[in-house]
T-cell receptor, first 115, second 115 residues
Framework: NAGVMQNPRHLVRRRGQEARLRCSPM?????VYWYRQLPEEGLKFMVY????????ESGMPKERFSAEFPKEGPSILRIQQVVRGDSAAYFC?????????????FGNGTRLTVT | AQKVTQAQTEISVVEKEDVTLDCVYE???????LFWYKQPPSGELVFLIR??????QNEISGRYSWNFQKSTSSFNFTITASQVVDSAVYFC????????????FGTGTQLKVEL
């Protein structure tokens, strides 16, 4: 499968635990975006990364959330000390370049449930 | 600030009916791109179309067609002769320049096509 791969597909965490969401972009894509979809809502931009660089994190909550896209390996979205309000679907998307007209290719998402 | 409004929360039609999904957007940018994505029950997001702000020609792809009207800031999507497989949530989105493709999504329209 040459598409965007996200894992795990479903993740259950108790309040206070850490959640790590992984995203491998499409082959040849070096730009990654993370979006969050709350129930009954559209997707909200969180962060935009290139390899080893955070380009735009204007949509990320200031605390507990962090993202990285190392030189080797997948992009990671990390949520520390999760709370019930973090329960959502988290989607990763990739593009081959940073052009603002490049269609985002999305993964299947990770559904995070905080109990 | 950018905004995308999809006023129709849910639409139900009978198979073979035509259906139009509305999308109205707000932006101060003179150059921008509009997108439609489909989210079937399985949860992934599928790219359908991209349209730039300088191209107001309608586009047709099989049973799908898009009507972009800059004068009314609308980018509506019509499915002709709907089928059960068209049942999904459809999102309209607007790109924002300034590096990368950070999309502003509408809240989506749930389309249910019944036999």
């Amino acid at each position: 499968n040459a598409g965007v791969m996200q894992n795990p597909r479903h993740l259950v965490r108790r309040r206070g635990q850490e959640a790590r969401l992984r995203c491998s972009p499409m082959k040849g894509h070096s730009h990654v975006y993370w979006y969050r979809q709350l129930p009954e809502e559209g997707l909200k931009f969180m962060v935009y990364l290139q390899k080893e660089n955070i380009i735009d994190e204007s949509g990320m909550p200031k605390e507990r959330f962090s993202a990285e896209f190392p030189k080797e390996g997948p992009s990671i979205l990390r949520i520390q000390q999760v709370v019930r309000g973090d329960s959502a679907a988290y989607f990763c998307a990739s593009t081959p370049d940073g052009a603002y007209n490049s269609p985002l290719h999305f993964g299947n998402g990770t559904r995070l449930t905080v109990t | 600030a950018q905004k995308v409004t999809q006023a129709q929360t849910e639409i139900s039609v009978v198979e073979k009916e035509d259906v139009t999904l509305d999308c109205v957007y707000e932006t101060r940018d003179t150059t921008y791109y509009l997108f439609w994505y489909k989210q079937p029950p399985s949860g992934e997001l599928v790219f359908l179309i991209r349209r730039n702000s300088f191209d107001e020609q309608n586009e047709i792809s099989g049973r799908y067609s898009w009507n972009f009207q800059k004068s009314t800031s609308s980018f509506n999507f019509t499915i002709t002769a709907s089928q059960v497989v068209d049942s999904a949530v459809y999102f309209c989105a607007l790109s924002k320049g300034g590096g990368g493709n950070k999309l502003t999504f509408g809240t989506g329209t749930q389309l249910k096509v019944e036999l």
